[in-house]
């Protein structure tokens, strides 16, 4: 018993010797996730405006190219239907690309004081999080503008954001499990968002393709979150609730192993990356 | 002092390194090869040896961010951390707020932190410029602070890897008093130095680690006469 407490690392009051209440990591999650905001927001002229300027830059990179330069908009509502992939799609892209190594980039820290892995993985998660609120506040306002208001199967929306956080956590924590010890798998993940950008239904419809090919964009799970948000926001129907439960299945079996590795390894982590 | 059951114990322990040395090439180390000690309650136990001895690898089995690979590690709960001045700074937050972050990733909550920024504030000397972000300060202002925080927020079991006067020669004389302070008062501190009138000083006991193997333990004049006569050629 007395040596099992050493192992998980359990942290005690220093006087009274009687561990913490473990809502002590989650409280500094918190904390450093709203300092690293605050931070990132400070480095910058514009300050926290960024939030909103940046995905709105993004957003229309895409649109020049595809938009206006491809034609590909030849529907009337294509605007509103790339903005709705790209929104979710940047969500999901931003926090992976951060969030693969977030182990590896604190090193440092991690060889001086414990700290749970998973917290680190963790931070980048809420962070992202955070961020994607604002994108979102601004595309249904854009939404409302545009002519495409609220209506009934909105009561989805917040089944299929959290199917998407599940998706994103499942990804990040067991990347960022695995990375420390092959770091060659954070230049295959550049590589492979890329090619999903290409692949999850953004630019285009699933169902403009020959039918004996769509089932293969299916494996991709971001081709059925971003079918998900289309359903909700421009199309009024209700989302498909099969697809979105496989894919909270496959998500939290993700996350279990990735949180399962971490903790697995806890101790070798600060060996391998320093 | 030294009453009864020791709360750390260490026994036969030893840590294995494995580097990747090519493509499908890994070579094993060992750090740590047969380390045994007792750390009892309130003490100040040395650590000396020479240069690769596995001193650092100690503090951190004592820390718990690494685990032995071989030997019994007990420890019934309590906290030990090693001092780091300026822990997780974030050079684009304000002092105050590098000082609460630090010290909650050293296991204080929040309240704590807050409670002991007036402290932290007078013993470093920075006055307004707490509320400066830290990439404004000085370098010896920034230490200031990472001492600060670091004296306030040090836990149950203290592991201090050289006793570090940092700042200008008054604050330096003033760190290193604080230093002394805490390591007589009733906490249990791991001291590693080099200076052996330091040790004479401060420690009640001393281990000897030579070759990755403790190789004596017991009191300091003992073990220091010995560990200096095997250094005479």
Not at chain 1, 184 to 196: C, E, R, S
Not at chain 2, 206 to 232: F, H, Q
Request: glycine share 6%; charged share 15%.
């Amino acid at each position: 018993m007395e040596t099992e407490i050493a192992k998980t690392g359990i942290l005690v009051d220093p006087l009274q010797g009687k561990p913490l209440p473990k809502t002590h990591y989650f409280s500094l999650l918190l904390f450093k996730t709203y300092l690293d905001l605050r931070a990132e927001a400070s480095r910058t002229y514009l300050n926290f405006l960024w939030w909103i300027v940046e995905p709105v830059l993004y957003m229309g990179v895409f649109y020049v190219v595809f938009g206006l330069m491809f034609k590909r908009g030849d529907g009337p509502d294509y605007v509103p239907f790339l903005l709705c992939g790209l929104m979710a799609w940047k969500w999901f892209d931003s926090t992976i690309r951060s969030g693969a190594n977030a182990i590896q980039v604190n090193a440092a820290l991690i060889g001086q004081v414990f700290i749970p892995k998973i917290f680190f993985p963790s931070v980048t998660i809420v962070h992202n999080m955070v961020k994607f609120a604002f994108v979102l506040i601004i595309f249904l306002v854009f939404l409302q503008y545009y002519g495409l208001g609220w209506n009934i199967t909105y009561v989805a929306l917040p089944a299929i954001l959290v199917v998407q956080l599940l998706l994103i956590a499942g990804c990040t924590f067991l990347l960022a499990s695995i990375v420390p010890f092959i770091p060659d798998i954070m230049q295959v993940v550049n590589y492979a968002l890329t090619l999903l950008l290409f692949l999850s239904g953004i630019f285009y419809s699933v169902d403009s393709f020959p039918e004996q090919y769509q089932a293969y964009f299916y494996l991709n799970p971001m081709v059925s979150i971003i079918e998900a948000y289309r359903d909700v926001m421009l199309y009024s129907q209700w989302p498909d609730l099969t697809s979105l439960s496989i894919v909270a299945a496959v998500s939290i079996l993700m996350i279990v192993t990735g949180a399962w590795i971490m903790s697995r390894y806890e101790r070798v982590y600060p060996r391998v990356v320093l | 002092m030294t009453d009864s059951e020791p709360i750390v114990k260490l026994e036969n322990v030893g840590v294995c390194f494995s580097q990747r040395q090519g493509l499908f090439k890994r070579s094993t180390f060992w750090a740590l090869e047969n380390i045994s000690l007792n750390l009892y309650h309130g003490e100040t136990l040395g650590v000396v040896g020479g240069n690769g001895a596995g001193k650092t690898t100690l503090l951190k089995i004592l820390s718990g961010i690494l685990e032995p690979s071989v030997g019994c590690y007990t420890n019934p709960g309590f906290r030990a951390s090693m001092l780091t001045l300026q822990l997780g700074f974030v050079h684009n937050l304000t002092g105050r707020d590098n000082a609460v972050l630090s010290g909650m990733l050293l296991g204080q909550t929040r309240q704590q932190m807050m409670a002991k920024m007036d402290a932290i504030v007078e013993f470093s000397e920075l006055a307004d410029f707490i509320d400066q972000p830290v990439r404004t300060y000085s370098t010896g202002m920034r230490a200031r602070l990472g001492f600060s925080v670091a004296i306030e927020a040090s836990p149950d079991i203290l592991l201090i890897d050289e006793i570090l006067g940092v700042g200008d020669t008054s604050f330096r004389a003033k760190s290193t008093a604080a230093m002394k302070t805490l390591i007589v008062s009733d906490r249990t501190v791991v001291l590693v130095s080099h200076n052996h009138a330091i040790m004479r000083e401060l420690c009640d006991r001393v281990v000897w680690i030579e070759n990755r193997s403790t190789c004596m333990e017991g009191p300091v004049d003992e073990v220091l006469t010995a560990y200096v006569k095997s250094r005479l050629p």
